[in-house]
T-cell receptor, first 114, second 113 residues
């Protein structure tokens, strides 16, 4: 079975631009979470979606938004990009919204803002 | 708020040496605890987990025991290999209504032949 997939793999954007990152969860998984991993640090929680509804939001500005589609895939959008948004963006899927179920991470999208 | 603290790296060991990476946490309630591993250029992989006090998680020769009295979850391996070179993250999940995993800063391990 395919794991969590993310696209694109790498992305270079200029300050002020907008970016959309995509994630496809493991088949049957209804929960998708997004994390930002700045170089040399641990991942930081951005959003969690379950059954197309936002269930959790981390301490990120309103420039960050996300949504989940009927097929449970998800998009992360970032507006007005800043240099500090350069990071590895990780998507994770799980069967449910509670901590009982293991999260499976995708390989990430490396975003560079110049 | 909840947090995870790990020993600072980088850690460099010779092949077949004993490994310990310390991890302590602060959390309300009874979180589940995890160790994740990130190989160069890859995403995170779950290495092992423990869901309640005194549980021992183990996988691929790695072990960690959930110690509630010391709020610790130290990672150990008796004999490391070059292929174990990676960044290791300790993490917790309070199991609330959403899947929010809190990660430590990571500890980089290099194993030399």
């Amino acid at each position: 079975d395919a794991g969590v997939t993310q696209s694109p793999t790498h992305l270079i954007k200029t300050r002020g631009q907008h970016v959309t990152l995509r994630c496809s969860p493991i088949s049957g998984h209804k929960s998708v979470s997004w994390y930002q991993q700045v170089l040399g640090q641990g991942p930081q929680f951005i959003f969690q979606y379950y059954e197309k509804e936002e269930r959790g939001r981390g301490n990120f500005p309103d420039r960050f938004s996300a949504r989940q589609f009927p097929n449970y895939s998800s998009e992360l959008n970032v507006n007005a990009l800043l240099l500090g948004d350069s990071a590895l963006y990780l998507c994770a899927s799980s069967l449910s919204a509670t901590g009982t179920y293991e999260q499976y991470f995708g390989p990430g999208t490396r975003l560079t803002v110049t | 708020g909840d947090s995870v603290t790990q020993m600072e790296g980088p850690v460099t060991l010779s092949e077949e040496a004993f490994l310990t990476i310390n991890c302590t946490y602060t959390a309300t309630g009874y979180p589940s605890l995890f160790w994740y591993v990130q190989y160069p250029g890859e995403g995170l992989q779950l290495l092992l987990k423990a869901t309640k006090a005194d549980d021992k998680g183990s996988n691929k020769g790695f072990e960690a025991t959930y110690r509630k009295e010391t709020t610790s979850f130290h990672l150990e391996k008796g004999s490391v290999q070059v292929s174990d070179s990676a960044v290791y993250f300790c993490a917790l999940d309070r199991g609330t209504s959403y899947d929010k995993v809190i990660f430590g800063p990571g500890t980089s391990l290099s194993v030399i032949p």
